[in-house]
């Protein structure tokens, strides 16, 4: 559905999600077994987005690249923890964006001022912005096993990621996005056609251990891949999301199968590319310093070319995805924070300040992996260090929201969802800390 | 093309299961101050050291 403006467009955007309401009280108030289906299909999205978009192109990097160090053993399982934290963490977004119908940022400000306002912001715009860097490096290095170059890739992902953005209004692009998200799905039946040994897959459960003794590369790839399976913008992405897709706290139901729903493909998925390059890559000669590149290589000789073409399918939609997810993170988070108008469902003249910030971001991106000589190592490892600073605060600011009963009411987090909550917050303070200390003092570890 | 707005009073949406909830600033107290003061430290110390570790070139 095009957005446009007509004679009786109305000023905010209210009205224009109160038609999907209607849409969902319909289905609410409807019988039977399609309805419910129906029901469920409509209400899913912000859950299932948010997790796919975390399989972004570093999340597929640093999977193949652990696969291919540490074959399948002790990461099978822990990625399956990490999904439950991720869950935990992600469905406080649904309630605390279904109850209060504010997005993240703008309760940060409103909640806690000015400073705390700033910090977020600031933290998360750099931060989006060093990791769709990232996505557009997925992007053309997936395109360019095809023999696109990168120029024409990344400007192909910018453009994508603009025209669904500007054209469509929140519900139709929500719903092509999951069409694209889907697509990482791919990684699936590419680790079958590895034909892996599930006896060993099996054996990662029975006797999970620490492969090779708790050394510092082993607490990097640890934080790595927990520092991947969950970011400071999936937080504000899915509550905006939440919030312009107009849900209530008759949906959160909904909200929270979604999520599930999401963490389950964000799971699979990443257990798949463990699998697929531990099968593939795993014990070769330097499969610990293998970079995407050579990973890729390997896949292609192994699984053949097929299986080549489908992972660097799998690395563009990855990219691709977390693009589209980054830059409304980011739009959204600027529009709350100044209190502009922020939805998807409102044409560019209308909202214009909500568009720039986020489309700015993705198209400074994409100029940075142009660049020739850019020290692509570097902005990466600052995402990092960014996010081990941040995320703690970001976490924190969510558990004092959900606890607060003036703006949950009846909603507020029940007594294990507390326990689980503030055990994860303590686990990311000490692994944020110590991984960003082992970034930056290498030496130390 | 943006559709015509629709009768929406055929189907019962609660108004108020829409409205934003109104936000006011909150005055931290026990534990959530404690809370707060253990954040700016946790970044303070995570900044320094960050920058002292950019000033002698991480890799």
């Not at chain 2, 430290?41 to 950019?54: D, S």
């Amino acid at each position: 559905m095009k957005k446009t403006i007509s004679a009786v467009t109305p000023l905010d955007d209210t009205q224009i999600r109160a038609e999907d309401q209607a849409r969902v009280a319909a289905l609410r108030e409807s019988r039977g077994w399609r309805k419910r289906l129906m029901l469920l299909l409509t209400l899913i999205g912000p859950g299932i987005l948010v997790m796919i978009a975390d399989n972004d192109a570093g999340g597929v990097i640093t999977y193949a690249q652990t696969g291919a160090t540490y074959g399948i053993g002790f990461f099978i399982p822990a990625l399956i923890i990490g999904g439950f934290i991720a869950y935990v963490v992600q469905e406080m977004t649904v309630r605390l964006g279904a109850v209060t119908h504010r997005g993240h940022a703008e309760m940060i400000w409103g909640r806690y001022g000015a400073f705390w306002g700033w910090f977020s912001l600031i933290d998360l715009v750099v931060a989006n912005v060093l990791t769709l860097v990232t996505e557009f490096i997925g992007i053309t290095i997936g395109m360019s096993v095809f023999g696109v170059p990168p120029i024409w890739s990344a400007l192909g992902g910018l453009v994508l990621d603009a025209v669904i953005l500007l054209v469509l209004r929140y519900r139709t692009w929500e719903r092509v996005s999951l069409w694209i998200a889907a697509g990482n799905l791919i990684f699936v039946p590419l680790a079958l056609m590895a034909h892996p040994h599930w006896g060993a897959v099996a054996n990662a459960f029975a006797h999970w251990q620490v492969p090779g003794g708790f050394t510092a590369a082993f607490l990097f790839v640890v934080l790595a891949n927990f520092g991947t399976t969950i970011a400071p913008w999936m937080l504000f992405f899915q509550q905006s999301s939440v919030v312009d897709k107009g849900l209530t706290v008759e949906d959160v139901r909904h909200g929270q199968i979604d999520t599930a729903l999401g963490t389950l493909a964000m799971v699979l998925v990443a257990l798949a590319i463990v699998i697929l390059t531990g099968t593939v890559a795993f014990g070769r000669p330097g499969a610990s310093n293998y970079d995407i590149q050579q990973i890729i290589q390997v896949i292609g000789q192994r699984v053949g070319p097929v299986g080549q073409s489908l992972f660097a399918l799998g690395l563009v939609e990855a990219g691709t995805i977390a693009t589209i997810a980054l830059t409304a993170s980011t739009s959204w988070a600027m529009g709350e924070a100044f209190n502009w108008p922020k939805s998807i469902n409102l044409p560019f003249q209308k909202a214009w300040r909500f568009y720039i910030p986020g489309l700015l971001s993705a198209v400074l991106a994409a100029a940075v992996v142009l660049i020739p000589n850019t020290p692509l190592g570097f902005l990466n490892l600052t995402v990092q260090v960014i996010a081990s600073i941040f995320m703690p605060a970001a976490m924190l600011f969510l558990l004092l929201l959900l606890n607060d009963p003036g703006i949950m009411g009846e909603h507020v987090n029940r007594k294990w969802q507390n326990i689980s909550a503030f055990t994860i917050v303590g686990l990311l303070v000490v692994l944020n800390g110590i991984y960003g200390l082992s970034v930056v003092f290498p030496k130390w570890f | 093309m943006k559709t015509p707005q629709k009768n929406l009073q055929v189907l019962s949406v609660p108004e108020d299961s829409h409205t934003p909830v109104k936000l006011t600033k909150v005055v931290p107290k026990g534990w959530i101050q404690v809370a707060f003061w253990a954040l700016r430290i946790y970044i303070l110390v995570m900044v320094v050291l960050v920058a002292i570790g950019f000033s002698r070139g991480i890799h």
